[in-house]
């Protein structure tokens, strides 16, 4: 597969404070790629000295070929950035927004005609041309945005936080569109929070923590890593055990508690799960729930970076 973003040991430092950490990753053609970091970690510093916005301090990167600082200007034709807060113009109209974006790159008179009425019904924005920008739900704002992204023709898109603060309508509809034109060639970039969206639509993800990128690989392989914490979850009725009494349950290394619902991590649910209906058998409980769950894109995550291990300290 080709790469079309490399990043080879990418610094920055703000004073002494050091921002991202000789990180190195390479992006392909066709993917969307998760980039997962809590806040502070490096992630909106990385994106920014992709996409041209700052220079790093150390290393490089080249999109589709072009380093980030010896040919930038052509580094950025290849891609769009849709930022977490909407930066349209407030007081043009939806359709003046688009004309203006494909304007200034560019685009054909026709050709930026065609693109945004496909694009805004794609988007359901087609009834709302005429409105201008600032009338507009933050939901709208942020379809809005996307469309005078794609409207460009970008080969790369970066979308920090796409879905975040939105109405479900919306958060659904964009990641079908993005699942969609990644399927026809588009190459996303997605920096996110949201550990579900992330698993559900990405095909690999870096994980950064500090600057540095400290794991990075598909969400499937990730959770295998840690499959030793695989948990049974159960919850009972008004009577309940003791902790003591499931942590000494044959199998079970850590018990935790949330509420009325008791985790219980172990490398054999299936004898944990056996061991629990014996113990509920001989106390004469009753078991509202019990499930057998694998770890998660979050317990990845929490597993990997800085604030799981103080936590276990």
Not at 187 to 215: P, Q, W, Y
Not at 274 to 288: A, M, P, W
């Amino acid at each position: 597969m080709k790469a079309v973003i490399q990043a080879k040991g990418l610094s920055r430092k703000f004073g002494n404070l050091v921002a991202v950490d000789h990180v190195t990753f390479e992006i392909f053609q066709g993917e969307i790629f998760g980039f997962l970091g809590s806040n502070g970690a490096g992630k909106t510093t990385t994106v920014r000295m992709l996409t041209g916005v700052i220079d790093p301090t150390d290393g490089t990167a080249a999109i589709q070929g072009h380093d980030i600082r010896k040919a930038s200007l052509l580094s950025r034709t290849h891609i769009a950035v849709v930022p977490e807060e909407a930066n349209v113009y407030l007081d043009l109209t939806i359709w003046q927004n688009l004309m203006l974006m494909a304007e200034l790159h560019g685009i054909a008179r026709h050709q930026r005609t065609k693109k945004a009425t496909h694009l805004l019904d794609t988007f359901g924005l087609s009834d709302k041309i005429k409105q201008k920008a600032r009338t507009l739900s933050k939901g709208l704002r942020q379809r809005l945005m996307l469309c005078a992204a794609l409207v460009t023709g970008p080969e790369i898109l970066f979308l920090d936080e796409p879905t975040s603060g939105l109405d479900v309508q919306s958060a659904r509809l964009i990641r079908k569109t993005v699942r969609d034109m990644n399927q026809n060639g588009l190459t996303v970039f997605l920096t996110t929070h949201n550990m579900t969206e992330a698993s559900e639509m990405c095909s690999r993800v870096a994980i950064i923590d500090k600057g540095r990128i400290v794991a990075i690989d598909s969400p499937e392989k990730l959770r295998s890593t840690i499959s030793a914490r695989q948990y049974v979850e159960v919850s009972f009725a008004d009577a309940k055990p003791e902790i003591n009494e499931l942590s000494s349950l044959s199998g079970v290394s850590q018990v935790d508690v949330d509420h009325r619902m008791f985790r219980l991590y172990t490398n054999f649910p299936g004898q944990v799960i056996t061991e629990v209906v014996r113990l509920v058998d001989q106390k004469g409980l009753e078991i509202t729930d019990l499930s057998n769950c694998k770890p998660s894109l979050e317990d990845v995550f929490l597993h990997f970076t800085s604030d799981s291990k103080e936590k276990d300290l």
